[in-house]
């Protein structure tokens, strides 16, 4: 066992890479499945709902990176989610106009109009990342507080920004005369942004989450993830180990925000959503935020059970969604008095049948 | 010229002035206590040299490198390990997780395996909780704990705060005893103490702190045979 234990000391980026392309084809398979078969055999609502699903696994994964790993508390998520998604969409819809003079969806699967697509995704989460980089390098260096306030700021400001936008240019000719400047600040303000193509599938949104889920579990494996949940545990001790605290606070939370910017971007070009600032504010933070405290803060598959719980109940239990955040509350004052580590605590799921027994997995112990 | 000098140190917390021109040094080899009552500074001293703290007047050379004011993340890499006061074990991780953080900054994978059995041996019963969460060990296991992690990082000085806080003489002993074997191996120690008796008996070295100013420095037998001492620190007559 020891020596099994000293060759996965540190797995440097490289083994990470390695062990990632397994997994990677297996989701790869899995997202092909659900598209061809799952798909046309469930119908638009379950695949719409499914996509849903993705999307909300997206930030509850990304955010569960800081909020879980680290112990920091953002509760500006949507924010990110914003930016990706109104960078994205900016890509795509102005880029098919200047491209093929029309907005609509340009080609198959993986032609033309996917491959933009892909990129308004990169670029988005990459705009998304940068924000993250600018909210979280001063925020962070301070005590943890900080980084809730400024987070929050940042949502509210983002929020009145994408308001004060102009209404979006769908008339060719002003298109074709419009600088990049305009273009950018023709977002559709406070009314939202429509007339983005819609090419969200079902298949691209769990490639994604396939990719977040590899990134977020080989992070946890290895002794770089070890690290971020040690700061989550006593900062100082980690700073005594010898780990830059503020530096994988600050790449937790740049990583984070690149996945939140590509969940936006996926929300921005799915069938049946309008992006608007007001549906990006901070009801879709605290959202999030519920997802991750449920699930159990560092726990990854504890976020996706979370998200994918609270996605699909409010869509059962539409009646109640005037109740929705009473019972959001509710459920979390319950949770805090009873099991405040969250459902799985900083385990994942199987972990919980594996320890020896006494030793209760999520325990907090003498702290 | 000695491994740890400390010079005219200063620290301040806000308008609190906790250091006022501390001057010590710790030999190559050596076991130094730093003893004192409560709110003596021996916290801030550690945390000071550790990087946990900037001085705000004086210096902090290891090695014959100036530290202070550097990170600690920089200073573990040169050979700079605390374990903390209060232990700060990682509550909700595994002790092996704990284990392996402390070799955080290692990259010799077969060194770090061989002195992790070295650990393991050292404290039997780290072996037997191997995959407990550390915040369900006991008081006296997670200051094993917090000493063997912090020895992973094979340090050249080891500083240790108050090892034998709350702990059951029983117990008290057999910490003490490591650190002779720990130190005996070859591992510089600074050790901050209220047991002024134990201290004093494995130290070579012992300083007194008073109020922030080092009061007394010596050897620690000479100490542990002065009045002044016996009389302050060791409830002696
Ligand atoms: N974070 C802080 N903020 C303000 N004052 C502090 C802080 N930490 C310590 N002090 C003050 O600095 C002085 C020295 O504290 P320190 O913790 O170094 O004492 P100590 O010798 O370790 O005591 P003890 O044996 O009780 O642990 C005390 O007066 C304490 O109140
Ligand atoms: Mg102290």
Known sequence: MLGARAAALRPGYGFVLSRAVGPFGAFLALAFVMQLVVVPWAGPFYEKLLMDIGINCLLAVSLNLVNGFTGQFSIGHAGFMAVGGYVAGAVTYYGSFVLWGSPAVHGGFLGGGDLLFLAGCLVGGLFSAGAGYLVGLPSLRLRGDYLAI???????????????????????????????????????????????PFYTTVFWVFVMLGLLLIVAFRLKESSEGRAFLSIRENEIAAEAMGIDTTRYKVRAFVLAAFFAGIAGALFAHETGTTLNPRELGFQKSFDIVIMVVLG?????????????????????????????????????????????????GIREIWELWRKPPGASPAGRGAS | MALLEICDLDVHYGAIHALKGVTLSVEAGQIVTLIGGNGAGKTTTLRAISGLLTPSAGQITFDGKRIDGRPPHELVRLGLAHA??????????????????????????????????????????????????????????????????ALLARPRLLLLDEPSLGLAPQVVRTIFDIIREINAAGTTILLVEQNAHMALRVAHMGYVLEVGRIVMADRASVLAASDDVRKAYLGGH
């Open chain 1, 150 to 196: 400024v987070t929050l700021g940042f949502g509210e400001i983002l929020r009145v920004l994408l308001q004060q936008t102009n209404d979006v240019i769908f008339v060719p000719a002003q298109i074709e005369a419009a600088t990049p400047w305009q273009m950018a600040t023709a977002l559709g303000g406070a009314l939202g942004f429509s007339g983005i």
């Open chain 2, 84 to 149: 903390p006061e209060g232990r700060g074990v990682f509550a909700n991780l595994t002790v092996d997780e704990n284990l392996d953080l402390g070799a955080y900054t290692r990259k010799d994978a077969a060194g770090v395996a061989a002195d992790r059995d070295k650990v393991l041996r050292l404290f039997p019963r780290l072996r037997e909780r191997l995959l407990q969460p550390a915040g369900t060990l006991s008081g006296g296991e997670q200051q094993m704990l917090a000493i063997g992690r």
């Open chain 1, 296 to 344: 159990g803060m560092g726990s990854i598959s504890g976020a996706l059970v979370a998200a994918v719980l609270l996605t699909v109940l409010p869509e059962f239990l539409r009646e109640f969604a005037d109740w929705r955040l009473v019972i959001y509350a509710l459920s979390l004052i319950i949770m805090m008095r009873f099991r405040p580590q969250g459902l799985f």
